[in-house]
């Protein structure tokens, strides 16, 4: 259940604030993560296309994504099904129109959603590396943004049928997802499985009679300081929404903090021992990646969970990282950023981990108690499964119908920087015969 | 083949929000829910066996 229309103190509205300025940084790392695993010859490109992709997010959700989004006690389309509402979509004004510079809350949850629904948007953005034209992405984050994370948002943090499910079912406090690792990561995630089955692999990814064929990452320092500057931005994006969609106290804010930073920190210990133990070295992207996992992964349950949760959470998301970036290759899935690795399949565990490990206090409304918590949870990754990743890929097919994503092989070869913007974002390293 | 694996994804939905609406007791419901998402996990072993043979046809 979520919290509604309200006011903060003066000290939690400032703390409030202060969070959401640190979510730009997320999307800061997650750029530069996308960038240094990707090729040298498409750096200026995948930056670009982050700013660009972003700018349309914001705007896309500007335009109509709050007004599908609302916000819990606001108008909605309802309908009844066996007895019960069911608040599929939210009734708010297009264009922000009704958005006031008041005490509410409803001014800070327009802030909070733009920079969130520019970070989903950010995500496929790793998986499309290399291939994705730069027009195209823009075209598919504004689907993204105005259309499919506003409606699963509204479902979560809007009031709507997942987050009711217990108070019209009777399971626990309804779906909950304090940080957005359903909301904001498996979207995205789901979002990034989609495009990838849409451009296809990089060229020379699979074609070795069926081998994978490796294309490291040009720069890992680019890769493992976007790591450190998404621990901020998830950080605030945590906190952020834990006050504003769960109405969880300022005491609380130190919690969130330390869990994030554990989960983290445990995710990234366990892919470096495993990588260790099982390649000989370390492996440098793989970590990173792990450390993101421990982030997407603690998102969902951030402000309910002791640290030691905190730290089994983020060290399973962790394992994981490895053993699903093989099995994708295996599938012929390329994903260079890991967003899938990363963000769905991370997003999905945190979100089954609140059911475990969550204890939850009784929200304002809220259903029966903790009774019931992990099938509503389960319901939640049900939705993303079954509804949000086949309408991202119908979306998506029908833009691609239209407007092609994927550039040419020519192009591809070239690199998207000079392809598509016409300079390289590294002109020194441009080999010469003069 | 994509198409039958998603609409294994929609069908598993669907499986588990009909034992939550229908179902009183609580490990029926949770009994049709696991099944529901076991569905889906077919469903969605479908659409990655699809993609799977459509690149090694384009290949």
New interface residues.
Partial sequence: MTAGVGTLSEMGTAICMLAILLIPLAGAGLALINTGLGRSRSAAHTMLAALSVMATAVLAYGVCGFAWQSMAGRAAHTFVLAGQPWNWLGRDAFFLRGVTADRSLVIMLVCLQLFSAGLAALIPLGSGADRWRLGASCASSALLAGWTYPLFAHWVWGGGWLAQLGTNFGLGQGMIDAGGAGTVQAVGGLSALAMTWILGPRLGRYEHGGFLAAIPGHNAVLALFGCMLALAGWSGLGVASAILFYGVGLKAVPLIVANYLLAAGAALLAVVMLTRARFGKPDASLSGNGWIAGLVAVSASGPFVAPAAAVLIGAIAGLMVPFAVEWLDRLSVDDPGGAITVHAVGGIWGLLAVGIFARLPRFQNGGAGSSGQWLAQLAGVATLLGLILPMTYLLNWLLDRFWKQRVPPDGERQGMDLYELGAGAYPELTLSNE | M?LLG?LL??A???L??SA???LPS?GA??GF??A??AV?LL??GL???S??GM??E??
């Fill in positions: 994509r998603f994804l929609l598993g939905w669907l588990l929000m939550l609406v229908l609580p419901r949770g829910a696991c529901g998402v889906q469903g969605l659409a990655f066996r993609h799977l690149e090694g384009r290949r």
